[in-house]
């Protein structure tokens, strides 16, 4: 689930599989673990790979992952690894997109197309 989505229906699974808040503020957080820990190569990234295929390459993964949370739900180290994996690819997208609008749209319009991707792509 993406990260905003998990936080809508956390409730619901929490009392679906029987989860204390303690456990779904686990699966709710450990999204952040691995946003947190690429942030680092995440800046760099971009720059050794192409922007373009970068971001590609985050949104199949995270892609790839979500479709995997249905059958990890039962697996508590399995969901948890997932969502981290999933934080890790998200991080990666924010430098992703910078360095590709810095790269490719005109300079009296990037702080436009800066905002204009952020509110897109975090709401």
């Known amino acids: 689930m993406w990260m ?22 686990l699966v709710q957080s450990s999204f952040f673990w ?5 942030q680092l190569p995440g800046g ?5 790979l192409v922007a373009e295929k970068c971001l590609r390459l985050v949104y199949l993964h995270g892609l790839s992952l979500q479709l995997l949370f249905h059958y990890l739900l039962d697996l508590m180290p399995g ?3 997932s969502r981290i994996l999933v934080g890790i690819g998200e991080g990666v997208s924010p ?13 009296g319009a990037i702080l ?11 709401r």
């Open 34 to 38: 691995g946003y947190a820990l690429s």
């Open 4 to 25: 905003e989505n998990l936080s809508i229906v956390i409730l619901p699974m929490s009392h679906q599989f029987g989860w204390s808040s303690s456990v779904a503020g």
């Open 95 to 107: 430098s992703a997109a910078t360095d590709l609008i810095a790269r490719h749209v005109l300079s």
């Open 112 to 122: 436009k197309s800066v905002h204009s991707y952020f509110i897109l792509a975090y």
């Open 79 to 81: 969901l948890i690894f």
């Open 44 to 48: 760099w990234l971009p720059r050794f």
